[in-house]
């Protein structure tokens, strides 16, 4: 058996005295555990960071096996990006968040979704919208997407502002204002036809993180005996903070 892919390295342990246990995330084989041999040595760390890009040749007599990778690198980001504390804390994040996926299970959206938020990672308010974002893309591809298209008590398209904690539906204005307090805020950067402009509020990221997590813990990771990771909230907080030095500043 043997494959050639475009990968995001998730994650390293050591095996043995030097080899390593690779796991990335692939365009066409999914999330993909493989044999890298010499990966625990001084040449091959700096490559094997999680965030890299790379080119993945897999090998293995049976497709059931563990198998050997011949990796090289295509994008090495991870030195840049780990050196920023949200960064760092956010690269951990999506990759617990990959790793929600079934193994071995093509998600070609995903992979390409996170590809793109890897290349813009470096300003912390961006970076933010992008992890909300992808955590709703990871409900939806685990089967628990929400549905902001439409009003779910009067199938209005517009001026959705309110999200049904229990349902999961977008909610008008006018039709969530009475119950609004039962209600969670849809921020305006995950609301149809939105732009990016620049302008989203620490308010903003924080009832995006509200939202997502809210439906993460209770539909994906309870059930799994889960919690949200310490990454997350640690690249909260570093986003909390860089708003913080810019008020300041």
């Known amino acids: 058996m043997e494959w050639t892919d475009e990968g995001i390295i998730l994650g390293t342990r050591r095996h043995g005295e030097s080899s390593a246990i690779v796991e990335l995330l692939t365009r066409s084989h999914g999330r993909h555990l493989g044999l890298v041999r010499g990966g625990a040595g001084t040449r091959m760390r700096p490559l094997l960071q999680p965030g890299n890009s790379v080119s993945a040749v897999w090998r293995a007599r049976l497709d059931e096996h563990l198998g050997y990778y011949a990796i090289e690198g295509t994008q090495l980001r991870a030195a840049t990006m780990l050196a920023c504390p949200h960064a760092a804390y956010g690269i951990t994040h999506l990759a617990a968040l990959a790793r929600l996926l079934p193994e071995r299970a093509p998600h070609d ?68 204002e009475p119950w609004r307090e039962r209600l969670l805020p849809l921020p305006p950067f995950l609301r149809a036809g ?30 799994r005996g889960q919690g949200h990771s310490d990454a997350r909230d640690g690249f909260i907080a570093a986003v909390a903070r860089s708003w913080v030095q810019l008020a300041a500043g």
């Open 109 to 176: 959206g995903i992979y390409e979704l996170l590809e793109a938020i890897l290349d813009d990672f470096d300003e912390p308010v961006i970076a933010a919208t992008h992890v909300v974002r992808f955590e709703m893309a990871m409900l939806d591809e685990l089967g628990f997407g929400l549905d902001l298209s439409s009003c779910a008590a009067t199938g209005a398209q517009a001026d959705l502002i309110y999200v049904s904690p229990k349902s999961g539906c977008a909610v008008s204005r006018a039709a969530g």
């Open 194 to 223: 939105y732009e990016d402009s620049g302008a989203e509020t620490e308010r903003d990221m924080m009832e995006g993180f509200r939202l997502t997590g809210l439906f993460l813990l209770r539909n994906v990771l309870e059930p």
